[in-house]
C-alpha cells in the first residue's frame, strides 16, 4: 500500500485551543463532536501514546481491534475512522504528512522496559504512568488504559507478522489531524522512551491544536 500524505488547509492562528505538551508529560483534553485535532510533532521523531474515550460513555474507548478490522490495515493514515469498542467510529483522520501511524505496539511500561531491555530499566518513567496520573485526575483509572495508537512512530511488520520497531520516520512540523465524530477525551502520554528509536533517543515537545 503506497502512503497517502494530505496537507490541511487549517491554519494554527484560528485554533480555539494551542498548548504544549513537554516530552515525558501526559495530556487529557475534550475534542467536542466536529471539533478538529491536530498534534504536531515540534522536533521530529516524538511518538505520541494517545487513547480516545467517549466524554459521554467512558466505558466506550478506543479498540485497536476494530480499528485494523475495519479498515484491513495495521497502520493509521489518510482516512482512517478510528473505532470503538462498540464499534462506532471516534474520530477520522483528515488530514497528514506522516502516514504509517502505528497501532500495535501500545504503550511502554515499566514491566515491557523490563522484558525489552534490561532489568535496571523497570524504573525509568513510562507511558502507562504518564496515561494514569492524567486519567485520575479525570476520575478515571487503569481500568480505561486500554490499547493505543503511537502517532509518528514507525513499527513495520513483514509477512509473517513479525513487529519491529524501528527508526522514526517523521521530521519536525509534521503532523495527523483527525475530526471528532463523538465527544471524546483525547489522552496523550508524550512518551518518554529512550531505550529503542521510536523518539531517537530523545524525546521533544509536541503541540496540541484544536479548531471548532
Known amino acids: 500500500m503506497v502512503t497517502e500524505f494530505l496537507e490541511s488547509k487549517l491554519d494554527e492562528k484560528n485554533a480555539v485551543y494551542v498548548e504544549d505538551v ?10 467536542k463532536k466536529g ?13 505520541v501514546d494517545t487513547l480516545f474515550i467517549n466524554a459521554n460513555n ?23 475512522k478510528l473505532y470503538s ?4 467510529p471516534m474520530l477520522t483522520v483528515v488530514a497528514d504528512t506522516c502516514g504509517d501511524h502505528d497501532t500495535l505496539g501500545s ?14 530499566k523497570r524504573y525509568m518513567h513510562a507511558c502507562r504512568e504518564s496515561f494514569l496520573k492524567v486519567l485520575l485526575a479525570k476520575g478515571l483509572d487503569k481500568r ?32 495527523v489531524e483527525m475530526k471528532a465524530e463523538m465527544d471524546v477525551y ?15 533517543y530523545n524525546p521533544t515537545p509536541v503541540r496540541m491544536i484544536i479548531w471548532d
Open 22 to 31: 513537554p516530552a515525558g508529560e501526559g495530556w487529557l483534553h475534550l475534542i
Open 35 to 47: 471539533q478538529t485535532f491536530r498534534i504536531l510533532d515540534l522536533e521530529g521523531n516524538q511518538a
Open 58 to 80: 467512558p466505558e466506550e474507548r478506543y479498540s485497536v481491534q476494530q480499528t485494523v478490522q475495519r479498515q484491513a490495515n495495521c497502520l493509521v493514515g489518510v482516512g482512517t
Open 85 to 88: 469498542n462498540d464499534d462506532n
Open 107 to 120: 504503550a511502554c511500561s515499566c514491566e515491557s522496559n523490563t522484558c525489552r531491555y534490561d532489568l535496571t
Open 144 to 175: 480505561d488504559q486500554v490499547n493505543n495508537l503511537n502517532f509518528f512512530m514507525y513499527v513495520p511488520f513483514d509477512e509473517k507478522g513479525n513487529l519491529n520497531f524501528a527508526d522514526g520516520i517523521s521530521s519536525p512540523g509534521k503532523y
Open 186 to 200: 483525547a489522552v496523550v502520554s508524550n512518551c518518554p522512551q529512550l531505550n529503542n528509536p521510536c523518539n531517537a
